[in-house]
DNA sequence: CCTATCATGTAATCCGTTACATGATTCA
DNA sequence: TGAATCATGTAACGGATTACATGATAGG
């Protein structure tokens, strides 16, 4: 399966040098809706990645306790390997659709409810969105002009999904509505 | 987390009774769009369940050496108590988008391939739920006609998200080939 | 002063994947 | 006869989550 965390944090310091906090941070808020990563995680694989040469550690800051890691010769050579290499794609395992699908024998009222949550749910999702684009449009520092399209995009996806499922919410309330009236 | 796939099998025990291949089958055909085991994990699960008394074996057939299991009482009360509690949503993991949003220093060209290839897939996908559509028709025995309505549904929502990431491509692609020209 | 945020780590657990292993039956 | 499908399992591995643990600093 391979270790996927080592490469997303590749990819974030391939941008600016940092430590494992701020590749926390950055997942959290840049690219939350792309990816993910819990610090139980970051920390111990930082320390492989640093051993197997793949990053260093810059001066650390005495002050905040703070490592600031930045990527290697060797660690972009790695990172460029995986970029071009065809994208394994894991199948889906949505546990939503899952419980939507066995659903037929909860009372349709009930159902329409856990619809109408899931819409409001990718609403907030679409409202985050927009907050992001404000952000990655005042953060001049983080966003390098040619790097701006890719954040832009990522963005785009996320909010075209978004609008997906509240189609799909919209679409499959209505048939629930119909039915039982 | 919590084991998902006892529940993936109650849900479809509970339709009709079956074999740990005949769950493997159903994930693949019918459900694939939103749900996937494998043997490894289904058969070990399977007897967990039987030892706490979620399942229970009919008959086998001596024949074909297929161990036919049924959910029990107990394992209607597990399946409808997860099925009203609210769901957990797990955060993203898209490696392709990963890839994209890193791929600023790959050759445009480049990267409208695998936008386009990318597009392809999902295309495919689009293919593969009209002819699933089709197989839900047909197969009657499957299909009771309450059931019919989430079935449908479940397709819906794999084919509004699949044309929302063949939308995403165009725009991206366009924006790319706009840059270049 | 106290809460929130900054900052780094370890340990336990486990869910799921992959590889390995076996063998019957069906159909071309 | 040989390939594809039916059918059930075990073992190893590992990636990721969660809980636990600690402590500094900044701001209200």
Redesign the pocket.
């Known amino acids: ?5 080592q490469y997303a944090i590749l990819g974030i310091l391939s941008i600016a040098s940092g ?4 590749i926390k941070k950055y997942c959290d808020t840049v690219i939350s809706n792309i990816w ?6 970051i ?2 694989v ?2 492989a990645m640093l051993r197997e040469g793949l990053i260093d550690r810059k001066d650390d800051n005495v ?5 600031e890691y930045a990527i290697t010769d060797k660690g972009k050579e790695v990172f460029l390997n995986w970029l071009v290499e065809p994208t394994q794609y ?2 889906v395992r949505s546990e939503f659709m899952l419980k939507f699908l066995f659903s037929s024998n909860l009372p349709k009222e009930g159902i329409i409810k856990v619809l109408n949550d899931y819409k409001k749910r990718h609403e907030l999702k679409l409202e985050e969105f927009r907050k992001m684009e404000k952000y990655i449009n005042q953060e001049k520092k983080e966003i390098l002009p040619e790097r701006e399209i890719y954040l832009g995009a990522t963005l785009r996806y996320g909010i075209l999904s978004s609008e997906a499922v509240i189609m799909w919410c919209d679409e499959v309330i209505h048939t629930f509505e119909s039915l039982t009236s």
């Open positions: 399966m391979e270790n996927k965390t430590s494992g906090y701020d993910n990563e819990n610090f139980g995680h920390y111990p930082l320390n002050a905040t306790r703070k490592k894991k199948p």
